[in-house]
């Protein structure tokens, strides 16, 4: 395909990436989506088996109608491929009372939750720890703690989910090209030339939506912008029924004030005798060639003595699984969605990209097509 030209070529197709092929290609845009790798794949940020999603979004009200379109386009992605990629299984967001714990860049993140699902109408209850203790005794609270439950958060699953946007997007007509390495994007005229190491792409615009890469390709973003290694563990459950969805929620708990005292996991999927927990560091850098994705079991075992096995009655060790992923972070914690020298980007990861991907990859496309929404609030301009 190298030599032919298109309306938009997609740079990484990982979360955004799949999203905003497929929405081009119902545009009926011609459409060329590149990937280093072949995804859904290990090496980036969008894998791991499962997400969190929630309507009410603490890091801030711009977000939560990017999550409210994406829930809609993966239940009519779901229809027309039959995979599951939703679990609306309910979500906690927890905290200590009188304690403004901060999380994704935002204070007293808690109550911030409370404040957007308030505002934007979404069903949510406030609890105590004495009604979670009541609710779900495996968890072990001290008492003080203040919550936000919301029943339509739950589960996306990410590998699923690039799977199905992919496969409906070369039905319609987009083409990938995989295995390939982007090197360059140049300014060719009217439009643009992307060299990689199985020849030249030209496009009339070009999306860019490269992860953990985005900084070698877009310049501008590289200042902005910082790759951290984080490690998601699984840990055996002594009654996976107790930690089934239904019975267990998503959650996200805050228990302490500092910016380590914090994970956040999920519910046993069916068939599965382990729980998926994680947390996020901020202390070390790192890059997408230097990462390493390989997690040590004293890791693991590290994590579960701190956060779990204080706070997660029947959760034991050693770790059945574990996986590094990363996480490319701006200095506010938010999404930059921006057009940069005429290329369209995202890099909005931060931690939590994946529940706003669908509906983002959508707005992408229509940017790439002259159409999309302005996006204000997630400019590159706020850094300057």
Do not use: N
Not at 89 to 118: D, N, S, W, Y
């Amino acid at each position: 395909m190298a030599g032919v030209t298109h309306d938009v070529i997609v740079v990484g197709l990982g979360a955004m990436g799949a999203a905003t092929l497929l929405a081009l290609a119902r545009r009926g845009v011609k459409a060329l989506g590149i990937d280093r790798f072949h995804p859904p794949h290990t090496m980036g940020s969008s894998h791991g088996e499962t997400r969190i999603t929630r309507l009410a979004v603490g890091e801030g009200a711009d977000y939560a109608p990017l999550v409210a379109r994406s829930h809609a386009l993966w239940r009519e992605l779901e229809a027309e491929t039959g995979e599951q990629l939703l679990l609306q299984c309910g979500g906690l967001v927890m905290g200590r009372r009188g304690i403004a714990t901060g999380h994704h860049g935002k204070p007293a993140f808690v109550e911030r939750t409370i404040e957007v699902a308030q505002a934007a109408g979404i069903p949510h209850e406030v609890l105590d720890g004495d009604e979670v203790r009541r609710r779900w005794p495996q968890m072990r609270v001290e008492g003080d703690e203040i919550a936000s439950y919301e029943p339509s958060a739950g589960i996306v699953f990410p590998e699923r989910c690039i799977a199905a946007q992919l496969q409906v997007a070369a039905r319609l007509g987009a083409r990938t090209q995989l295995s390939t390495t982007v090197s360059a994007i140049d300014r060719d005229g009217a439009g643009f030339r992307v060299e990689t190491d199985a020849g030249v792409f030209r496009a009339g615009r070009v999306v860019v939506t490269a992860g953990a890469w985005i900084g070698g390709l877009v310049p501008a973003l590289a200042p902005v912008t910082s790759v951290r290694r984080q490690v998601l563990h699984w840990f055996p459950v002594a009654d996976p029924a107790a930690y089934a969805p239904g019975r267990f929620p998503i959650f996200i708990w805050m228990y302490g004030a500092r910016e380590g005292d914090y994970f956040y996991g999920f519910p046993c999927l069916p068939g599965h005798a382990a729980l998926k927990v994680a947390t996020e560091q901020a202390e070390r850098e790192t890059s997408a060639e230097a990462a390493d994705r390989a997690v040590a079991p004293g890791e693991s075992a590290a994590f579960l003595a701190k956060h779990v096995a204080p706070r997660l009655a029947g959760v034991g060790g050693p770790a059945v699984q574990a996986a590094a992923c990363l996480y490319t972070v701006t200095p506010d914690s938010g999404f930059v969605v921006d057009e940069v020298d005429g290329l369209v980007v995202a890099s909005p990861c931060s931690g939590h990209g994946f529940k706003h991907s669908a509906g983002l990859g959508e707005a992408l496309a229509g940017k790439a097509c002259g159409a999309g929404p302005a996006l204000d609030g997630f400019r590159l301009a706020r850094f300057r």
